[in-house]
């Protein structure tokens, strides 16, 4: 599954100087990034394998001058790829090099925050953990976690409807955005949602959260904002089979227990984050849950207790509760960390997808058995709670072959997520990656009239074009 990407426009790059130079007249000189040298800093993104050097950046920092921006290329007939922290493992956010980078990193402030009623505006270039750092003083979080958080922005997470290890009692983002400001490709400003529970009429809002950023440019969110939790603890169970680990999630969840988070790591993805994190993860064990809950001390203890009963019967080779908030801090540096941790030892692709969790078992299996037909290694990280996969497979760059293997691989192992009842993606986006995987997914029907809607936004295809739907079966209108 080697990634096509479509030829360049010659007329466009035959008009490169006229473009930059009619872009030049609508932001600030320093917000247009021509020179080779600074383009390359966003030929890629977290999918780093794939690159294009777009024709030009341009960086915003109010939502007119998005509106001025997009209004020129939709009359110039100028592709634009959004982008936020160029983070995305699915190349959502690669170019192609007769497209122009549309970065919103500038609009970074948090714009109002109604702690009454629970809201915060803010503009869609900050970094989703800086949204819980400005609330945080009022004993406020922004839930939803991706493990990038640092780094990526809520612009970002919203076009990929993103998630976290802590979203299984929260939601992901689009159960906790409220309302966005939309830059049509026209240049046309609209608000969608706001401040207020629910909105008349269709629910546009679910439209464009996950739109991939085909759809416009968001240049601000509002997003709910929750009262933090007394307290927090998460536990390891480690046990010593992958059935084991996966019966014992399924009784939890069926038991009624929604922990904050269950998250489940196999014996690699252990020893390679404990290596990193030194959390104190069991090292002897095939699988290993890290399971959050919150509330009270005694809601905390009396929750765990029944979490302890429900795994008894699954034999448990290791049980550790955390004692302290360093102690709690380390587990989840290690968890959060899993992608970084693996990147030092090997080099990998990760994959996304879910499945109906009490298929996990069986899927594990089926992974290990698809990765050592190629002869290469996996390590197993995942939301266990929601049945979102992370497999990391493993390969050697320096290899030649080794890089299509593990693509070929990781095909194979997206398509088992389907075939078993799951889902492409769980929180990672189409993006170039599963584009030419969608058929796998969805008929020709079900494309057609995804293209249709589409199409009502953006006629021409000029927004973030290469992505989501199979090249050859695309609508233009
Ligand atoms: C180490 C690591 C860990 C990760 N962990 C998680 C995780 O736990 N959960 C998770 O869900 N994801 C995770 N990701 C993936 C990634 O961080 C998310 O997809 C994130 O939401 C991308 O945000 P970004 O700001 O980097 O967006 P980008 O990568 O810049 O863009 C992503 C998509 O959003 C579109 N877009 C960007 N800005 C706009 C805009 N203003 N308007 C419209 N569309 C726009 C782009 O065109 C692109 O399609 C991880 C990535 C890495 C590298």
Known sequence: ?????PAPDAGILSRRSEILAGLSRLVPGEALIVSEDERRAFETDGLTAYRRLPLAVVLPSTTEEVAAVLRFCH??????????AGTSLAGGAIPQEDAIVLGVAKMN??????????????????TNLAISQAVAHEGFFYAPDPSSQLACTIAGNIAMNSGGAHCLKYGVTTNNLMGVTLVLLDGTVVEIGGDHLDS?????LGLITGSEGQLGVVTEAVVRILRSAEGARPALLGFDSVEAAGACVAAIIG????????????????????????AGYPLDVEAMLIIEVEGSDAEIEDMLRRIVAIAEPFRPRAMKVSQSEAESAAIWKGRKSAFGATGRISDYICMDGTIPTGQLPIVLQRIDEIVKHYGLGVANVFHAGDGNLHPLVLFDINKPGEMEKAEKAGEEILKLCVEVGGCLTGEHGVGIEKRDLMRVQFSETDLAQQMRVRAVFDPNWLLNPAKVFPLDGRLVA
């Open 75 to 84: 009359e110039n007939g100028v592709k634009v790829v959004p982008r936020g």
């Open 109 to 126: 402030r948090v714009l109002e925050v109604d702690f009454e009623n629970r809201t915060a505006r803010v503009q869609a270039g900050i």
């Open 255 to 278: 038991a009624g227990i929604i922990p904050v988070a269950l998250e489940y790591m196999d014996r690699p993805a252990i020893q390679i984050c404990e290596a990193f994190a030194h």
């Open 200 to 204: 008349p009429g269709y629910d546009f």
């Open 1 to 5: 599954m080697s990634i096509a990407f």
